[in-house]
């Protein structure tokens, strides 16, 4: 079974031009979750879908990131314009239903300079 | 508020040793509680997880945790430590936002 994919696997890009990471989650799983993830400290949720609805969306900074999972299967997650303190890891992760155990993607290392 | 509670940020444990990597939690009712690792350079790997019944849970990789509520705690443990163990392990619970993981430890162990 594949597991969670994420592209790209590390992006450097310079303060205020805009970036965009996609993940796949594992195939049947219903639910698919964005964490963001800084240097030495557990992963925070951005945002949750159920199938193609975001139902958890309440700790996205909404001014500059966005996220779409149009066909309730893939999910794109931008931030534009990134700044300097966006550099973090961002990891996708999916799960068959919100109270099951979640696998999570190799994440996408984003350094802004 | 609820919450998990990794009291410390680094294990150092000889190969062969058994470890401990400590959690507390603070959730009101049955909690649901997991184990997570984070290997350098990946994602987190699930290990473990305690719904209910048996308070003592095997998982992945030879590692168990042993949910007591009296102490609430739900520390991770395993007999004999291997140099490849060596990563960052989470504690997580399932909470209103799914997933409110602890601030991690990092296990050390020592050939």
């Known amino acids: 079974e594949a597991g969670v994919v994420q592209s790209p696997r590390y992006k450097i890009i310079e303060k205020k031009q805009p970036v965009a990471f996609w993940c796949n989650p594992i195939?049947?799983?219903?639910?698919l979750y964005w964490y963001l993830q800084n240097l030495g400290q557990g992963p925070e949720l951005l945002i949750r879908?159920?199938?193609?609805?975001?139902?958890?969306d309440s700790q996205l900074p909404k001014d500059r990131f966005s996220a779409e999972r149009l066909k309730g299967v893939d999910s794109t997650l931008k931030i534009q314009p990134a700044e300097l303190g966006d550099s973090a890891v961002y990891l996708c992760?999916?799960?068959?239903?919100?109270?099951?155990?979640?696998?999570f993607g190799p994440g996408t290392r984003l350094t802004v300079t | 508020a609820q919450s998990v509670a990794q009291p410390e940020d680094q294990v150092n444990v000889a190969e062969g040793n058994p470890l401990t990597v400590k959690c507390t939690y603070s959730?009101?009712?049955?909690?649901?509680l997991f184990w997570y690792v984070q290997y350098p350079n990946r994602g987190l790997q699930f290990l473990l997880k305690?719904?209910?019944?048996?308070?003592l849970v095997k998982g992945s990789y030879g590692f168990e945790a042993e949910f007591n509520k009296s102490q609430t705690s739900f520390h991770l443990k395993k007999p004999s430590a291997l140099v490849s163990d060596s990563a960052l392990y989470f504690c997580?619970?399932?909470?209103?936002?799914?997933?409110?993981f602890g601030k991690g430890t990092r296990l050390s162990v020592i050939a």
């Open positions: 997580a619970y399932p909470g209103n936002t799914p997933l409110v």
């Open positions: 879908y159920e199938n193609e609805e975001a139902v958890d």
């Open positions: 992760a999916s799960s068959f239903n919100p109270s099951g155990e979640q696998y």
């Open positions: 195939s049947g799983h219903n639910t």
């Open positions: 959730v009101s009712g049955n909690p649901y």
């Open positions: 305690y719904i209910t019944g048996d308070n």
